[in-house]
């Protein structure tokens, strides 16, 4: 897909935008000034003609006070998304961490995943024992 082709997911996400600041009284010039662009531009956003930049919706998300994953809720993939994903996934299975930032990522991603503070706080000694 060419970089500049705007996806269902960009016309989802400016979508979100007019939903949230019509729910919040914001005017597209206050919404602007949140990440300094023009209320044409985010008209613009908002009627799928340009996407947003990541930056852009994790500012918007702090000035508007939501969680990021808001402009993502009842987002549905289409079929064509889905085997796309699926053959990238597929692709990252045979991955392995080669360097020590690829090992950091690993170890915060598997942090992530551990659902008790106990789980977390026998990691954390046992790295602890390690590093004596």
Excluded: C
């Excluded at 935008?17 to 023009?38: N, P, W, Y």
Aim: charged share 25%.
């Amino acid at each position: 897909m060419p970089r500049n082709t705007l996806t269902r997911l960009d016309t989802h996400i400016g979508e979100r935008l007019r939903v949230l600041r019509a729910k919040q009284g914001f005017s597209m010039e206050a919404v602007g000034e949140i990440i300094e662009v023009s209320p044409q531009q985010i008209s613009r956003f908002e009627h799928g003609q340009q996407r947003l930049s990541a930056s852009q919706i994790y500012q918007l998300s702090r000035g508007l006070g939501v969680p990021v994953s808001w402009f993502f809720i009842e987002y549905k993939e289409d079929d064509n998304e889905l085997k796309r994903i699926e053959a990238i996934n597929k692709n990252l299975e045979d991955w392995s961490a080669q360097t020590d930032e690829d090992l950091e990522i690993a170890l915060i991603t598997a942090w992530r995943s551990l659902s008790t503070k106990k789980q977390k706080q026998s990691v954390l000694n046992l790295i602890e024992s390690y590093s004596q």
